[in-house]
């Protein structure tokens, strides 16, 4: 960026030294602290919580009884950053912001749990890492679903994806184990465990909790807090949404789920929704505020230690939020949305060779703006890929060129497709959004006006003019930042035979696998009887053969394929499922008619044949392409064909089933799913079968 912070003309300038950050002399603002200038290179503290809403701490005053006094200390002992945003309001994609200094689409992480940032990208614990730092990850990483250690980090202690509150699994620099205790408090003790070590270099931590995501899970001895206390009604509860974009009022009638949206597909959308009761002493609500305390607690472990072993006033700590969060605002919970309450976060930062106590900043600090503000304060460069600002030249007085208008973005989910992609561009007193993939209305809002943001502009003639202004500033911004479509899914891989079951060949209980995979399968039940040709095997609804989970038989990342004969005399079942509710694919009959299905992260994707099979024998194959299209063919001819957002993200944990799915449920039945009827010539492929190869063998049966 054209007015981004040259750090070795501010510590020129400013007569700093290279190893540390320090303001020295005239020119400080009121919140600046001269020190001194062979000040060591400081440390580093980043405390990050999420779904903590902007307000949420008792020196923010919402709620009025809430208590956070350890928070509230690095707040009074330091600077609130009182305009704090995220650049996307959901938890992967702000994490990695955070973590490069990058929007979203320069970064890669678009949505939750589908990968990390991209590997060209630094870090900035890598890029202290190289300067001499002893780096640590301790907490939630949540992007790209696996546990293990990631580039940047001496010291690594993590969990697979949203982790749990009580006795959870976590992964220690590779080795994964079960701990037993509340997450929020494991959490603290391995950050003590780091802080405590002797070292030789600064340090620093990134230590990341899993509080206060839901569901809400406050520890057993804040389980009684706040008890009888009530919640004020948010002033612009009362939102009706008339004039506002349809898609909001249709979530609220038909749900944002594709499965709600999917069976209210027919409700009608009203004009506007008049509110009902506000409910002042929701018991999930007090157990958001219940579950931050241990965090709170946490914190005041971590500063104490810090002031005990004499590293405290040369700790940068910085406190933050990942994204915003709705209490009732506009009626709405959870985040995503570019209202006010979703987009804000509390920032507060410590650190007395700097700042003064209680001083507040009031320019837009964004989460792209930590990373190279961290950097600069270890006297370390920034790379030239981070999209972000350094705010250091403004902590220590400078008088420098600071952004009036930020770009917001969020992608559609595949899982909730009822919240649609936008765009949007805030300043200090406007916001515009757009919908650019529906036919939708934009939103616009005078925030020095309108501050609740009750009153869409965009349609209103009077502020066309100011509309178009703010259009051509999105414009900019998307155009500045480099902005591109995402790419589409592209991996060719031939398909690959890895488990064959011609039943010919049994053994007891034992299905054998012709493939040269040995990946034999245990049979419950299904008799074997004779087929088209050769050997079937017969599912009475309750049999089934499991195949365990191995390494030829991983569906992360690309293509895959199956396929199957089979014989029906029920129009429902399932089979062959690989999965759960997480990752996975099935292949199954609904109605007589055939369906494949896969699992995502985002949701269910999936395609169904136009008609019943019937009773015959029926050659089914389901292929997920190379470039994330499935399709179902039917006899060799392609039946069903649609463009899915992605690959399958992780193998799942759960294992293969042909003739039912008993654990967590792939596709859309119930668990009452099991197959009746004949199947033969069970095939599944690493790997993308060709429309020739399926028609081949669909022939091969009479």
């Not at 940047?152 to 590779?174: A, H, R, V």
Request: aromatic letters at 10%; charged letters at 25%; proline letters at 7%.
């Amino acid at each position: 960026m054209a007015d981004r912070f040259d750090r070795r003309r501010f510590i020129r300038t400013m007569g700093l030294t290279g190893a540390g950050l320090a303001a020295v002399g005239g020119g400080l603002n009121r919140w600046a602290r001269p020190a001194h200038s062979q000040q060591p290179r400081p440390n580093i503290l980043f405390i990050l919580t999420d779904d903590q809403r902007y307000d949420a701490m008792s020196c923010f005053g919402h709620p009025p009884w809430l208590r956070t006094p350890n928070m509230d200390r690095i707040r009074n002992e330091g600077a609130n950053f009182a305009n704090a945003f995220v650049t996307t309001s959901l938890c992967s994609p702000s994490r990695a912001s955070f973590l490069t200094g990058c929007y979203a689409h320069t970064h890669g992480v678009r949505t939750n749990e589908r990968n990390d940032p991209r590997p060209d990208l630094q870090t900035f614990p890598m890029v202290l890492q190289a300067a001499g730092y002893n780096t640590a990850f301790i907490g939630k990483w949540h992007m790209a679903a696996k546990a293990g250690p990631r580039p940047g980090f001496d010291y690594w202690l993590s969990f697979l994806g949203q982790g749990k509150y009580i006795d959870p699994p976590l992964n220690e620099n590779g080795r994964d184990f079960k701990a037993q205790g509340y997450m929020t408090d494991l959490l603290t003790d391995y950050a003590l465990n780091f802080l405590k070590q002797p070292r030789n270099a600064p340090f620093c931590l990134y230590l990341s909790h899993k509080a206060v995501h839901g569901p809400f899970t406050p520890a057993e001895r804040h389980k009684g807090l706040y008890e009888g206390e009530q919640f004020p009604e948010p002033a612009n509860f009362g939102d009706t949404f008339e004039n506002k974009p349809e898609w909001i009022r249709a979530g609220m009638v038909r749900g944002a789920r594709r499965e709600a949206m999917r069976q209210n597909k027919d409700k009608p959308v009203p004009p506007k929704i008049e509110p009902g009761p506000w409910n002042a002493t929701n018991p999930g609500r007090t157990n958001y505020y219940r579950s931050l305390s241990a965090v709170d607690d946490g914190i005041g472990r971590v500063l104490d230690l810090l002031q005990q072993t004499g590293q405290l006033d040369n700790t940068i700590i910085l406190f933050a939020g990942d994204n915003g969060y709705f209490h009732g605002e506009h009626r709405r919970g959870d985040k995503r949305l570019m209202y006010e309450e979703s987009l804000r976060i509390p920032m507060v930062m410590r650190y007395p060779a700097l700042l003064e106590p209680g001083c507040s900043i009031d320019q837009m600090m964004l989460n792209i703006d930590v990373a190279p503000t961290l950097l600069d304060l270890a006297g370390a460069t920034a790379p030239d890929t981070m999209q972000g600002m350094s705010i250091a030249p403004i902590l220590a007085g400078r008088d420098i060129a600071w952004r009036q208008s930020f770009l917001y973005e969020y992608f559609q989910e595949g899982w909730l497709p009822g919240i649609p992609t936008m765009f949007g561009v805030r300043t200090e007193s406007w916001k515009y959004i757009t919908y650019p993939k529906i036919d939708d209305l934009d939103e616009m809002y005078d925030l020095s006006a309108d501050p609740l943001e009750m009153t869409n502009l965009a349609v209103d003639p009077k502020h066309d003019a100011k509309k178009k202004q703010l259009e051509g500033e999105l414009e900019r911004l998307l155009k500045q930042t480099n902005y591109e479509e995402a790419p589409r899914p592209n991996v060719q891989r031939p398909g690959k035979v890895v488990l064959h079951f011609g039943f010919d060949s049994d053994e007891g209980d034992r299905a054998v696998d012709s493939s040269g995979e040995a990946n034999h399968g245990k049979i419950t039940g299904a008799a074997l009887v004779d087929g088209a040709t050769g050997k079937a095997r017969r599912f009475s609804g309750v049999d089934s053969i499991a195949v365990d989970k191995s390494d030829s038989l991983d569906c992360a990342m690309g293509p895959v394929s199956i396929s199957a004969w089979v014989k029906p005399d029920k129009a429902n079942g399932v089979v062959l499922a690989k999965g759960g509710q997480s990752h996975g694919y099935s292949l199954y009959l609904r109605k007589g008619k055939p369906v494949f299905a896969v699992r995502l992260a985002n949701g269910l994707e999936l395609v169904e044949g136009p008609e019943t099979i019937g009773s015959d024998w029926t050659h089914l194959a389901a292929v997920l392409t190379g470039r994330a299209v499935l399709k179902l063919y039917v006899n060799g001819a392609e039946a069903a064909s649609r463009q899915i957002p992605d690959f399958i993200f992780q193998d799942p944990n759960e294992a293969m089933e042909i003739g039912m799915d008993r654990a967590t449920l792939v596709g859309d039945y119930e668990a009452d799913n099991g197959f009746t009827g004949l199947i033969d010539d069970v095939k599944v492929y690493n790997g993308e079968v060709s429309p020739a190869q399926i028609s081949a063998q669909a022939k091969s049966r009479p």
